[in-house]
């Protein structure tokens, strides 16, 4: 038997994915994403050692 995709059993997934494609848009459009991989690179070189 084929199962259909019903919205109403995984509405707390769409829901949760709306939200988080929403606030990864967000973080984009206000700038966040390079002040976080900054961060991520300064981290990484101080782990290893180079920085």
């Given at each position: 038997m084929k199962k259909h995709f019903h919205i109403k059993n995984n509405l707390p997934a769409v829901?949760?994915?709306?939200i988080g494609i929403a606030l990864i848009v967000f973080g984009i459009s206000s700038g966040q994403a390079t002040s976080v991989l900054n961060k991520a690179r300064k981290i990484c070189m101080e782990c290893i050692g180079i920085g």
């Open positions: 829901i949760l994915i709306v």
